[in-house]
């Protein structure tokens, strides 16, 4: 399609023709193409309004960012319309994902610009970059040191790049805790308090945190960055208490925020922070950050600085009452507070739909009640982020259709998803399959992960052998290896993103309960049931574990810097290194040369108590799964 643009060209002129080859047209001054008039009102006009008259299309809006959604929408209906009218009103001011750039998935520069192109016909105008130690600071080599930290080149080129779709991006960095990757070095020491917190009340640490926020702020253009000080559970409570005793957390945290909030002074920034340490420190048990009975208290109040967003962050409640109390509460503080949700990509190899979209929705609609205007959404990526942004997409959509409509439109999400990525929602909740087996209520709200614990888990040692037991998993996935074979499109520019979850349902199709039938044959003394498991089952296990390993290699080597998949390469070799011990064990015991297998003598407990579960269990992390016993020894500081 060839389209004539006129009007208030200038300002979106660039991102116009970037956007060509992604939407299928072409921008020409021909006039016998099609005519499409832009109309720029001021930056505070909240609507957009696109039409189609009599071969003649308009686009009138008023946020630099809006105009790319009023583009995509009228892309989309001028191919099946020949009239046709759409009225929109921005709900937020700011709304917008946060990547997790710092468990070790750094993704590259180019992929981050296929992401920018999908958030700008979306509708997002915003996006944060969550990067605990992965930029650069001039004079720390340690910092970010091997983990794919982005040079100050490379994050002015994104902000660059985003700039022309009118999408903010803000640094998201962390200045008191989750700073465990940096002070774990030796050069690091004087700047610790414990493993991951930093020493606050020195000298050291605030002349390092200068450095830190010039660096980072340097290379966007944005005024606001977010300081974190979150989870700062330990402060305090190491070198600290030993160089200067007991203090209050609390008044620790002020002041620390105080210093900061001067340092982030000096660079003319508004800095937003995660609110949860108040939150908990206001709380009975000094712990709970959702506690639904907890007031805050007037000297709290008081003694807070005024000089910075809160950021309430929720991501499992599904019920709209509980995120307006919690919204509420914020509010005591005498302002209103910014919101992040998440879509669970994080420990997983699933994206969990069934909670992310209840949740999401939910909390939406209570940010709208409320007036909340700064809204984000979390991609996290702990345990090494073995999912990735880009299974995300689906509940991207939610949060652009919520922030342009009062109330969310479930026919025109699925419609606006199939144009700005090309992929159905049905193709994407194929994701929540891999964690939603036989066992586990449809909807997962229990947050259970077994497509990631029944993969990691020991044969010989099953740690999670019990949570399946009884359970027939086998035909669950091979049914859904081939779903997601049949949902393939080899010339999508995204169909890789599915080479990962189909090859996983290979593995899992076989090794789910492989333990459990392993166990019963042993305790039987089914020699016969031992020796097709050693000849047949585990070998063919191995050789679907092989295809999934390079399959997840192209994946992350293709969206990611290469730092970090040396942790998900070494799982694989563990994993294929066991197996083959698997098979050695068994064959020794069949063969006579020893009189038990000592693993297959002990009884199969539960991980944790699942009695009153909708789900198979949780676990958080790859050790845990692998083996009971000693990975690494963590000392509190």
Known sequence: MKIAFKGDVAEVLDGITLLQSKLGFEVTNDPDSLQVTITKH???????NV???????????????????????????????DAFEIEEEAQFTTVGPMFDLSRNAVMK???FKEMFQTLAVMGFNTAMLYMEDVYEIEGEPYFGYMRGRYSYEELKQLDDYADQFGIELIPCIQTLAHLEEFLKWPAAAHLKDTRGVLLVESDPTYDFLKKMIASVSKPFRSKRIHIGMDEAEELGRGHYLNQHGFKDRLQLMIGHLEKVLDIVAEHDLRPLMWSDMLMKLASKSGQSHYDLSTEIPQEMVDITPENVTFMYWDYAHTKVEQYLAMIQKHKAFGRTPAFAGGIWVWNTFATNYGLSLQASDAALQACKEEGVQEVFVTLWGDDGYENNYFTALLGLQMYAEHAYAKTLDRDKLKQRLAFCTGLDEDTFLLLNKLDTPPGVEEDNKEQTNPSKFLLWQDVLLGVFDKHVEGLDLAPYYKDLEEQIKRSRNEGH???????????????????ATVGVELKAAYDAGDKQELRRI????????????????????????????????????????????????????????????????????????????????????????YYRMASPNVFFHVLPI
Request: charged share 25%; net charge negative; with cysteine.
């Open 42 to 48: 001021g930056d505070t006009y909240t609507g957009l």
């Open 51 to 81: 039409s189609l008259s009599e071969g003649k299309g308009e686009i009138a809006y008023g946020a630099h960012a809006s105009f790319f959604r009023g583009l995509g929408l009228f892309l989309e209906h001028c191919s099946s319309s």
């Open 109 to 111: 520069v180019d992929r």
């Open 493 to 511: 520019a995204l169909d890789y993103i599915f080479d990962v979850p189909e090859k996983l349902s290979a593995v899992l199709s076989l090794k």
């Open 534 to 621: 050693a000849d047949d089952i585990l070998p063919a296990i191995l050789e679907n574990v092989e295809d999934l390993r390079q399959a997840h290699r192209r994946q992350w080597l293709t969206m990611h810097k290469p730092f970090g998949w040396e942790v998900i390469d070494i799982r694989y070799g563990g994993l294929k290194t066991r197996l083959d011990t698997a098979i050695y064990r068994i064959n020794a015991y069949l063969n006579g040369d020893i009189d038990m297998i000592d693993e297959l003598e002990q009884e199969r407990l539960y991980y944790h108590n699942i009695e009153h579960s909708t789900g198979l269990g949780w676990s958080s992390y």
